[in-house]
């Protein structure tokens, strides 16, 4: 197995292992440390494990853009 | 298991027919420069993937084969792959998974072998095998050549 990523976060590995785990992929994760987390995966499953976490990144950053920037401008006082 | 100099490797040329191929890919790639992933060679038969890995605390298990053979060599740093001949192990862990194509073992290896630059390792579905973390750093090759084109016995 080869390391897939490093998370400092449990949440975020807990978050990709349940990706992983939906589309198949086996995979080991060791704790080094209080805050190292470390995902590992079988070569022949990295490229598909990298396009999991490539549309995660992706879904993230549309999440992102889908917030409108606020119009403060409503919240305007009238009587100015 | 074979354990092979890639600048001497006449034996293998001789031996394995798909090694040829093997040859010329690996005498014209720039590993450096190429992207972690899939490469086809000669499509689902013969096919390498190349994977950086980093040094970590962590013990891989014995893991064997029956559709493909793999070729684990080292392009930059080094790393170990610990040994056991498959029909000597006892204690399996996760039974041969078809799809997948591995089966895992809870034995202890036999054998280890320091896979440098330059070297190849060769392990056949009789090949109980664990591939370790490196040391330091290390970007690697691991070709997979199906088992079908072996010649038959």
């Known amino acids: 197995m080869i390391l897939l990523a490093s998370f400092s976060n449990e949440l975020e590995a807990q978050l990709l292992e349940s990706q992983l785990q939906d589309a198949g992929i086996d995979f080991k994760t060791t704790q080094e440390g209080t805050d190292a987390f470390k995902l590992m995966v079988f070569e022949d499953d990295l490229d598909l494990a990298k396009e999991i976490m490539a549309a995660r990144t992706l879904e993230d950053n549309d999440f992102i853009a889908d917030i409108d920037e606020p119009n403060l401008d409503e919240f305007a006082d009238d009587a100015i | ?153």
């Not at chain 2, 298990?61 to 056991?84: M, N, S, T």
């Not at chain 2, 056949?124 to 490196?134: K, L, N, R, V, Y």
């Open chain 2, 1 to 153: 298991m074979i354990v092979e100099q890639l600048n001497s490797s006449d034996y293998l040329t001789a031996s394995l027919p798909w090694w040829t191929k093997v040859q010329e890919f690996l005498s014209t790639s720039d590993f450096s420069a190429m992207p972690a992933g899939r490469v086809d060679i000669d499509g689902d038969d013969l096919y390498a993937i190349v994977a950086d890995d980093f040094a970590r605390e962590d013990k891989c298990y014995l893991e064997a084969h029956r559709r493909y053979i793999d070729v684990q060599i080292a392009c930059e740093g080094a790393f170990d792959i610990l040994w056991k001949p498959l029909s000597a192990c006892t204690n399996e862990r996760q039974a041969y998974d078809e799809e997948k194509d591995y089966c895992l073992m809870n034995d202890d290896a036999t054998t280890r072998v320091s896979v440098l630059p330059g070297t190849a390792v060769i392990l056949f579905p009789d090949d109980a095998h664990a591939p370790q973390p490196p040391a330091n750093n290390v970007r690697k090759v691991v070709v997979k050549a199906a088992v079908s084109l072996m010649p038959r016995t």
